[in-house]
């Protein structure tokens, strides 16, 4: 039997044509839970990424144990990896360094959110600029008096803030 499980917005599993579909909405994994009863040797569970099947190395490696114990695939869309052509051990690593990565940017995001939330977020401040020095500095890189390099060196901007700046003022 084909098995679906998402958890989350998944648009790889969007056009997926399983038999059984479990949906995780709630942060309780009892969708999961129930997908675990469900399984049964021969059947096939496809998942977005192993980021959506577990929170952590650890119990991606005991969910994996689980149903693979009961003979069931495993399917991953993203990382592009089935346990049953999963032969090369590279395969599984970069998988997992991948699993690993997905959860870093996760987590690192849910704080900034939560950080936000509180008001103790607010991102790095502007580099501040005098517009007027700005203005007649670019007016002599743009006549040719001087290079860009020397004009942000006058600023004291690195290029990305420059040349965002000059696209910002219009100069």
Known sequence: MKIA??????PLLTDFAADKTF???????????K???FAREGDVITIESF???ASSSKELVQIMNQILNK???V???KEEISTVSATSASAVFAALASFEADLYKANRLAGIARARQAGKYKGRAPIKVDIDLMKSECKKWRDGKQSAVTTMR????KPG????????LGL
Not at 5 to 10: D, K, L, S, V
Not at 161 to 168: C, D, L, Q, S
Request: proline letters at 2%.
């Open 5 to 10: 499980y998402i958890n989350g917005p998944h």
């Open 23 to 33: 949906t995780e909405t709630t942060n309780d994994f009892s969708e999961r839970k």
């Open 35 to 37: 997908l675990m009863q």
């Open 51 to 53: 980021s959506s099947l």
């Open 71 to 73: 003979g069931v695939e």
């Open 75 to 77: 399917v991953s869309l």
């Open 154 to 157: 006058n600023l004291g901007l």
């Open 161 to 168: 803030t420059y040349y965002n700046r000059v696209k910002e």
